[in-house]
């Protein structure tokens, strides 16, 4: 069960139109496509998306499941929004938990032993038949993937502490003094018939926020369940924010950090049916991601391209991520940027800056479908939401 | 478009294509970075509408069948009809089909089958992308039998030729095949009534004749039929040398052919392979290239077409080169007109060079 209705609201214009996991990254990917290949790569054939913002582009994204391998005659890959029931007024996801309540009779009609519930927001690659196998081998209720992080980024996580069993006996949600550096990936294994109780006896808590981490996987420790952590090692970014989001991108830059060029887990997504990109007489690229159909005579370096991006002769394009359709005209620079899908810099423009090392400086978003007029200047930490706001 | 039926002729290699087709037809000969030859046929059908077709092979088709498979890329693996794979029926037929008629009378069962009115006839390694909704339904609007697709471009190129009388409709076929003159050049795709074309086919099989444009055409016109001509204007060329496969490919990286082929409103749908997007290293410089997915490009790079998966290590130099998928071009190896196919091994410092009007062929999985 893939919770994918969340609305990224750090991402702000980005994400004004369009879920987060949505989201375009890494050049021809967006963010669902790494929990979606990771199911598929784990022999994992029956997945269930959770949508409720913005649902509409995801919905089309995830489409029969093709891309991934899962659309097969008996299971696949199915889109499960809100709904109504008779009698009942049908109501949205309250939270995570609730999401996965609404959606029990799904789950029943596969009958399972375990359910997988992962988030549509993460981008790294795990094999969740191993999580499984050792999730079985210990009898746990529930086994959550937790991956060890600084005692001071630990403040922004759900944190895991373990008692002398190895087993888990703690939640603590972003701790002020955090106790352990294990934190929770949002990635759980529950056995169904327990998980089923504890979603009925929850939903029934007036005073929950219905969350899997705030109120199911405590009331599962006070009912004296086994919780086991799966220890993860390897690269997972949570991409929520501005800054999150161009750092990921930039890692996706050097192999070491997360290699999407390896043939026994390869990460799928829906191909936008371009031919190869073109890179002109005047173009210069360098430490660089471009994908199909773009159409480069500019220079580029330390950049990611989406599909279908098109660089002006003369424009200058560094440190910058580029959504696919993006459109950068002659001689428009753009540097420490991220510009959305479909967006245009008209000639001359100049977009973000080099860091100045200042507190204020951050990197310049440009949101969907916007246009930055010819000459105009956009500074660093901007972020556009509508053209009106850079005509010049 | 419910009311056509495609046949696509995948079954030819052309001998002057030499090791480029030596365990395949041209139909499946790799192009443009990240197509088969058949691609753009398969397209244009499955743009316009059509969902059935049949795609007639008879040798060496193993690489063809791993390409089209069901024909889920190109949307025509379909519950009732969709793709049909077309293999000799018997064993009667002793070495290729001497023409399009005799493959299609070799097929006859299937051709007899067709549930629709109207057969589009388009051979797999004539490059263009022709609008084949325009196409039927001006043949539809002109009532007449058989509708042929010509051009003017391409005009040193060889090709059956075609006269119109003045009202557009064709008045001989040219039997011979010529270059620029008289007429315009046929591309061999056409669209016909079944009737008229089961009726053409029938009298062909009778007289024991296979050729479509000689046996077929002429003998409709002798018979007072009539035929429409309807232009294309993009680019179009037929793969049948090594010459041709290296000017088309070369010609791909030009903005015009490029869009002629690859409209936004047409595209070109292939197998997909999901490779991740392409890296340029630190060091690398690459100009005037059309370049795929899956690429890791560490040296130089000019001129040239690089398709999925190709590595280029540091201080590599490629100049007017196609390289197909997952070849591996080694540290300082310097490479100049160069076809290499699939899988390759170059090792480092390695120099080869062909010319423009000789390029080298490297045949699949060579390692040097």
């Given amino acids: ?392 | 478009m419910t009311d056509v039926h495609g046949i696509v002729y995948a079954y030819h290699s052309s001998p002057a294509l030499g090791d480029l087709t030596r365990s395949r037809t041209n139909a499946s000969l790799p192009f443009a970075g990240r197509y088969r030859l058949i691609d753009f046929a398969l397209s244009s059908l499955s743009n316009a509408g059509v969902r059935d077709v049949g795609v007639i092979m008879q040798r060496d088709f193993q690489s063809l069948l791993d390409h089209v498979a069901g024909g889920k890329a190109w949307d025509i693996s379909r519950r009732r009809g969709g793709l049909k794979l077309l293999p000799p029926f018997g064993t009667h037929h002793v070495g290729e089909y001497a023409g399009t008629a005799e493959a299609l009378n070799a097929v006859m069962g299937y051709v007899k089958d067709i549930p629709q009115e109207h057969i589009v006839l388009i051979p797999a390694d004539v490059l263009c992308n022709v609008d084949i909704a325009a196409l039927v339904e001006q043949h539809v609007k002109s009532g007449c039998g058989i509708t042929a697709v010509c051009t003017k471009n391409n005009p040193t190129a060889v090709h059956y030729r075609l006269t119109q009388k003045a009202d557009g409709k064709v008045e001989k076929v040219l039997f011979h095949q010529v270059g620029a003159g008289e007429g315009l050049a046929a591309m061999e795709i056409y669209v016909a009534k079944k009737d008229t074309l089961l009726e053409l086919l029938a009298h062909c099989e009778a007289e024991n004749r296979f050729h479509f444009h000689k046996d077929c055409l002429a003998h409709y016109l002798e018979q007072g039929g009539e035929m429409d001509v309807f232009l294309y204007d993009g680019y179009t060329t037929r793969i049948d040398s090594v010459d041709d496969y290296y000017r088309a490919s070369m010609d791909m990286l030009k903005a015009g052919p490029r869009a002629d082929l690859f409209p936004t409103d047409r595209p070109v749908r292939t197998k997909e392979r999901s490779d991740v997007s392409t890296y340029y290293g630190e060091d690398a410089k690459v100009e005037n290239s059309l370049i795929a997915d899956g690429c890791f490009i560490e040296g130089t790079v000019k001129n040239c077409v690089l398709f999925r998966g190709v590595r280029v290590a540091p201080g590599a130099v490629l100049e007017n080169c196609i390289v197909m998928q997952d070849t591996v071009i080694g540290e300082g190896a310097a490479l100049k007109y160069i076809i290499s196919d699939k899988n390759v091994e170059i090792a480092p410092y390695v120099t080869l060079t062909g010319g423009e009007k000789l390029p080298l062929v490297l045949p699949k999985r060579s390692k040097l």
């Avoid at chain 1, 990917?29 to 290949?37: G, V």
């Avoid at chain 1, 979603?199 to 199911?216: A, C, M, R, T, V």
């Avoid at chain 1, 031919?275 to 690229?285: S, T, V, Y």
């Fill in chain 1, 1 to 392: 069960m893939l919770l994918a209705g969340g609305q990224g609201s750090r991402l702000y214009a980005l994400t004004a139109k369009v879920a987060k996991p949505n989201m375009p990254f890494g050049g021809k990917y967006r963010i669902i496509d790494f929990p979606l290949s990771n199911c598929a790569n784990s022999g994992i054939d029956t997945v269930g998306v959770l949508t409720q913002y913005q649902p509409l582009r995801l919905n089309r994204y995830v489409g029969s499941g093709q891309p991934w391998d899962l659309d097969t005659e008996d299971g696949g890959v199915y889109i499960l929004p809100p709904y109504q029931s008779a009698g009942e007024k049908g109501s949205w996801f309250s939270g995570t938990a609730n999401a996965i309540y609404q959606n029990m009779d799904f789950i029943e009609m596969y009958d399972p032993d375990h359910v997988l519930i992962l988030s549509g927001d993460h981008v790294y690659k795990m094999d969740y038949a191993k999580m499984l196998r050792a999730h079985q081998e210990a009898e746990a209720a529930c086994t959550i993937a937790v991956i060890q992080v600084s005692m001071e980024e630990a403040t922004r996580f759900g944190i895991m502490n373990l008692g002398p069993d190895g087993f888990i006996n703690e939640f603590e949600e972003k701790p002020a003094h955090p106790k352990s550096d294990l934190a929770s990936m949002g990635i759980y294994i529950f056995d169904w018939k327990k998980l089923r109780k504890y979603l009925i006896e929850d939903e029934n808590d007036p005073n929950s926020s219905k969350d899997f981490g705030k109120n199911i996987i405590p009331k599962m420790l006070a009912g004296g369940e086994k919780l086991m952590p799966y220890r993860f090692e390897g690269y997972w970014r949570d991409v929520g924010t501005i800054t999150s989001l161009w750092d990921a991108n930039m890692d996706m830059l050097s192999n070491t950090k997360l290699n999407l060029f390896d043939p026994q887990w390869p990460i799928r997504a829906r191909s936008p049916i371009r031919p190869p990109h073109f890179a002109g007489e005047g173009a210069r690229i360098h430490h660089s991601i471009v994908t199909e159909g773009c159409d480069i005579d500019g220079k580029v370096d330390n950049s990611v391209l989406s599909a279908s991006v098109t660089v002006g002769s003369g424009a200058k394009i560094s440190y910058s991520i580029l959504m696919p359709g993006a459109v950068v005209e002659p001689g428009a620079v753009v540097e420490y940027a991220i510009i959305g899908e479909n967006a245009r810099i008209c000639a001359g423009a100049h977009v973000g800056t080099e860091p100045d090392g200042s507190e204020s400086w951050g990197v310049a978003t440009v949101g969907p479908d916007v246009t930055v007029g010819p000459g105009v200047s956009v500074p660093a930490s901007a972020m556009i939401y509508d053209s009106s706001e850079v005509q010049s």
